[in-house]
């Protein structure tokens, strides 16, 4: 079995065969890679997105609703802060740095997914990593957007960013399928258990579960705090600790209400 160690990362030089688990992947153990702060943060964040997402199409006619769109918008930029803090404090597998490839690395990753021969990265690979840090940085883009009083500019990029949100969400889907078949390896369940295939070496000592109890408390604190802001009939919404009241900018779906009254 034959490793390379490229800074924090692990990549298993053999390539797949594609008639069955390869020799080197059948005898990993599953190991502990992902800690609870970061299965936390992937939990909201997805809950987040998903909701904003899912409230901009069903909420579209309702100003109540749309707002909630654009709370749960707020609200996933407060969980990129704290995945930020995760990725400069936290540890080494959860390091921003870590999800850094270059573009040879990157392109070379994905020739191999379509050949069979990819590497195979036990913590973050160059797929994965790309498609999560284009995501953190439309979200905020997608916030700011969406706050900026009717410019039709910034409606159009909105609306633009929204549809690759969901062709980026949809592709990290794709890549749990590949992975899946390739691999035969339910990797899904990964951020819930926190393990998955990989050397021994690269397993963590700890889950870090009482630092994943507190921010899973004070994330939840903070959102709660603040939805329960939220003022649909002002169209305003309040940040917990901060203070700063930020007026939502409705729109088209407000305009609708009133006509609906």
Same mark, same amino acid.
């Given at each position: 079995?034959?490793?390379?160690?490229?800074?924090?990362?692990?990549?298993?030089?053999? @390539?797949?065969?594609?008639?069955?688990?390869?020799?080197?992947?059948?005898?990993? @153990?599953?190991?502990?890679?992902?800690?609870?702060?970061?299965?936390?943060?992937?939990?909201?964040?997805?809950?987040?997105?998903?909701?904003?997402?899912? =409230?901009?199409? !069903?909420?579209?006619?309702?100003?109540?609703?749309?707002?909630?769109?654009?709370?749960?918008?707020?609200?996933?930029?407060?969980?990129?802060?704290?995945?930020?803090?995760?990725?400069?404090?936290?540890?080494?597998?959860?390091?921003?740095?870590?999800?850094?490839?270059?573009?040879?690395?990157?392109?070379?990753?994905?020739?191999?997914?379509?050949?069979?021969?990819?590497?195979?990265?036990?913590?973050?690979?160059?797929?994965?990593?790309?498609?999560?840090?284009?995501?953190?940085?439309?979200?905020?883009?997608?916030?700011?957007?969406?706050? !900026?009083?009717?410019?039709?500019?910034?409606?159009?990029?909105?609306?633009?960013?929204?549809?690759?949100?969901?062709?980026?969400?949809?592709?990290?889907?794709?890549?749990?399928?590949?992975?899946?078949?390739?691999?035969?390896?339910?990797?899904?369940?990964?951020?819930?258990?926190?393990?998955?295939?990989? @050397?021994?070496?690269?397993?963590?000592?700890?889950?870090?579960?009482?630092?994943?109890?507190? =921010?899973?408390?004070?994330?939840?604190?903070?959102?709660g705090l603040l939805f329960a802001s939220y003022d649909a009939t002002a169209e305003a919404v309040t940040l917990p600790v901060i203070g700063t009241t930020i007026?939502?900018?409705?729109?088209?779906?407000?305009?609708?209400?009133?006509?609906?009254?």
């Amino acid at each position: 079995m034959s490793y390379a160690r490229r800074s924090d990362r692990l990549e298993l030089r053999e @390539p797949p065969d594609p008639l069955g688990l390869p020799q080197h992947e059948a005898g990993l @153990p599953k190991v502990l890679i992902w800690d609870a702060p970061i299965r936390v943060f992937h939990l909201l964040f997805a809950v987040c997105c998903v909701a904003a997402l899912g =409230l901009a199409v !069903v909420g579209e006619d309702s100003s109540r609703l749309f707002g909630l769109h654009m709370v749960f918008g707020i609200a996933a930029v407060f969980l990129l802060i704290v995945r930020s803090v995760i990725g400069i404090l936290g540890t080494p597998h959860n390091r921003l740095r870590t999800m850094v490839f270059s573009p040879r690395e990157t392109l070379a990753y994905f020739i191999g997914i379509v050949t069979g021969s990819a590497a195979r990265y036990p913590v973050h690979n160059p797929a994965t990593s790309l498609v999560a840090l284009t995501m953190f940085a439309f979200v905020p883009i997608l916030l700011w957007t969406g706050l !900026v009083p009717e410019r039709e500019a910034a409606d159009e990029l909105h609306a633009l960013l929204a549809y690759a949100l969901l062709v980026l969400i949809a592709a990290h889907l794709f890549g749990l399928v590949v992975h899946t078949l390739r691999h035969r390896e339910n990797i899904s369940t990964a951020m819930l258990t926190g393990r998955k295939r990989a @050397p021994s070496a690269n397993a963590l000592p700890t889950a870090q579960q009482g630092w994943g109890a507190a =921010l899973l408390v004070s994330s939840l604190v903070w959102m709660g705090l603040l939805f329960a802001s939220y003022d649909a009939t002002a169209e305003a919404v309040t940040l917990p600790v901060i203070g700063t009241t930020i007026h939502l900018e409705l729109g088209d779906a407000a305009v609708t209400d009133e006509r609906g009254d």
